[in-house]
C-alpha cells in the first residue's frame, strides 16, 4: 500500500483521487500511529482485488474533515467504510451518525488500557446508529466483513470469499491430518 502521509498529502480534499480506479472501502484511521494495525486490513482488500482509499481522519484532531469525509463518502462511491481508532475512539460511531453507509469499527490497543477503552468506545452504540466492530487490533476480520458486505451485491467478491474459506478450511485440515500421520 501507498504511504500513508504521501496519500493525505498527494490532495487532502480529494481523498479519491488517490487511486485511479473507483475505491469502494474507504479505510480510515484517527492517526498515523494506527496505521500498523489498520495494514492488514488494506493487504486483506487488496488480496480480494477490492479498489480502497486510505487515509487519515481524526475525530478529535480534524473534526471538520471528519464531517466532510463522512457526508461525502457515499456520494463518492464507496460502499463501506473501515474506521480504526484508539483511546477515546469516537471516530467510528461519529462517521455512523453521519452516514447512511454500513461502518465496520476496529479498536487500536493504546499503550495504556490494553484495547478496552478502545473496544467499549466503539462497540457501545446507542440503538439506532450501529458500528459492526471486531476484535482488538483484528483489522483482518474489518477487511473480510467488508469483502462479505461487498458480496451482497457483486456476485464476484462473494466467490471470491466462498473460495478463501474453503482454502481456510483445507489448510487447517492439511494441519490435521500432518498431526495424525
Ligand atoms: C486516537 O488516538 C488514534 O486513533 C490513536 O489510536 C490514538 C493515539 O494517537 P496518537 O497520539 O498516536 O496520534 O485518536
Redesign the pocket.
Known amino acids: 500500500i501507498k504511504p500513508i502521509l504521501e496519500i493525505v498529502n498527494e490532495n487532502e480534499h480529494d481523498i479519491s483521487t488517490t487511486m485511479k480506479i473507483q475505491p469502494l472501502v474507504g479505510i480510515i484511521?484517527?492517526?498515523?500511529?494506527?496505521l500498523p494495525t489498520m495494514k492488514p486490513c488494506a493487504e486483506i482488500l487488496k488480496s480480494f482485488d477490492v479498489p480502497f482509499e486510505l487515509s487519515i481522519v481524526?475525530?478529535?484532531?480534524t473534526p471538520n474533515r471528519m464531517f466532510d469525509y463522512a457526508v461525502n463518502a457515499h456520494k463518492r462511491g464507496i460502499k463501506v467504510i473501515v474506521a480504526?481508532?484508539?483511546?477515546?475512539?469516537h471516530?467510528p460511531g461519529m462517521v455512523a451518525a453521519l452516514t447512511p453507509l454500513p461502518v465496520i469499527g476496529v479498536p487500536?490497543k493504546?499503550k495504556i488500557l490494553d484495547g478496552v477503552d478502545?473496544l467499549y468506545s466503539i462497540v457501545q452504540m446507542p440503538r439506532g446508529i450501529p458500528v459492526a466492530t471486531v476484535a482488538i487490533n483484528n483489522s483482518t476480520n474489518a477487511g473480510i466483513l467488508a469483502v462479505r458486505q461487498l458480496g451482497a451485491f457483486i456476485p464476484g467478491y462473494l466467490e471470491k470469499m466462498q473460495k478463501f474459506m474453503e482454502k481456510q478450511e483445507s489448510d487447517v485440515l492439511a494441519k490435521v491430518d500432518k498431526l495424525e500421520e
Open positions: 484511521m484517527g492517526s498515523d500511529s494506527d481524526s475525530a478529535h484532531r480504526g481508532a484508539g483511546g477515546a475512539a471516530l487500536v493504546g478502545s
